[in-house]
Every structure is written in structure tokens, then in C-alpha cells.
């Protein structure tokens, strides 16, 4: 029996293709049980990929990942994540919310 509540069985669920991953950095799953989820990095470096929840802890604005700077950057009030989530600037005080995210053959996943 399977039950929605509480602490939930995490499942892996795939957020798109590694070809996808690796023209931009970046892989966005806009609609899922834990709401968006953000990969970012590419298949050479598959163990440092990221995988966070781009919703600002500030004030719910959507952050921008930024590759040149290895930041996730909220346009609204200029806060700074790094990509395992910490708050690298303020205004916000809470890390971004993160999950696992994998590589399995050509596909991405992250465990939400
Ligand atoms: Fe992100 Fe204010 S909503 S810094």
C-alpha cells in the first residue's frame, strides 16, 4: 500500500536527456510532486551534478543559473546560491532545497 504522507518513498524520476543537459548546462523539470526542479552541469563532470528546487527561499522568485559565475542568482533582489544550495549572498538566509541527481544511460534523473 502506498501512502502520501510524511516521509514518502523518494522515487528517480527523469528530468530529460543527456544530449539535452549538455547544450545548456542546464535541465529544468517545471512540473513535478515536489514542484520545479533545476539540474545543472554536464555529462563530463556527472558527479558534480546539481539538482535544486530554483524557487528563491527569499521571496518565491524563480533563480537563473549562471554558469560563468557556478551560482544560481535570483533576479528579483540579487541573492547568490551556490550550487549545492548554500546562500552565498543575501537578502535570503535559507539554502535552496536540493536532490540527488544521476546519469543512467542517456537520461537524467533526480531522486524527488
Ligand atoms: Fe530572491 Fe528576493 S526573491 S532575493
Known sequence: ASSKSGAATQKWQ????????????????????????LVVGTSKAAKDLSAVNPTCTHKGCTVVWKTN?????????DAEFARDGKVQEGPAEKPL??????IESDSVFVKI
Do not use: R, W
Not at 16 to 37: C, M, N, R, W, Y
Not at 97 to 102: C, D, G, L, R
Open 14 to 37: 527523469k528530468v530529460g536527456t543527456v544530449a539535452e543537459l549538455d547544450k545548456t548546462g542546464q535541465l529544468l523539470l517545471a512540473d513535478s510532486p515536489v514542484g520545479a526542479v
Open 69 to 77: 559565475k557556478n551560482q544560481f542568482v535570483c533576479p528579483c533582489h
Open 97 to 102: 532545497k536540493t536532490y540527488i541527481a544521476k
